[in-house]
């Protein structure tokens, strides 16, 4: 797995986890408190859009810490991110970078 495959995945869990929070009849904790708000739909809209950013911005964050390029807490040092055969995993910071901020969005 490279830098690229490993990001795509933790795109396609904020997508999951969007859906658990914003889906109309999503089972999820976060989903029940969203229904008890009673928004309109523009203000669904809005909401979804914000935690979008949120969780998008969390993900970027902590990919590039585990990469070595942000802090995590108080701490900055690079790990060793590797697959199930031992390959270490590349190239983080940039494809999280194409992913969550570059001209296709994530």
């Given at each position: 797995?490279?830098?690229k495959e490993f990001v795509?995945?933790w795109s396609?869990?904020?997508?999951?986890?969007?859906a658990?929070?914003?889906?109309?009849?999503?089972?999820?904790?976060v989903?029940?408190?969203?229904?008890e708000?009673?928004?309109?739909?523009?203000?669904t809209?809005q909401?979804?859009?914000?935690?979008?950013?949120?969780?998008?911005?969390t993900m970027?964050?902590?990919?590039?810490g585990l990469?070595?390029?942000?802090?995590?807490?108080n701490?900055?040092?690079?790990?060793?991110?590797?697959?199930?055969?031992g390959?270490v995993?590349?190239?983080?910071?940039?494809?999280?970078?194409?992913?969550f901020?570059g001209?296709?969005e994530?």
């Open positions: 797995m490279d830098g795509a995945n396609a869990l904020k997508a999951e986890l969007l658990a929070f914003m889906a109309p009849d999503a089972a999820s904790a989903a029940a408190q969203i229904r708000m009673g928004l309109s739909a523009e203000q809209v909401l979804r859009n914000v935690l979008n950013t949120v969780v998008r911005d970027y964050t902590l990919l590039l990469d070595g390029e942000a802090s995590i807490g701490s900055q040092q690079q790990f060793a991110i590797s697959d199930e055969d390959n995993i590349q190239g983080i910071e940039e494809a999280a970078w194409e992913c901020h001209d296709t994530g």
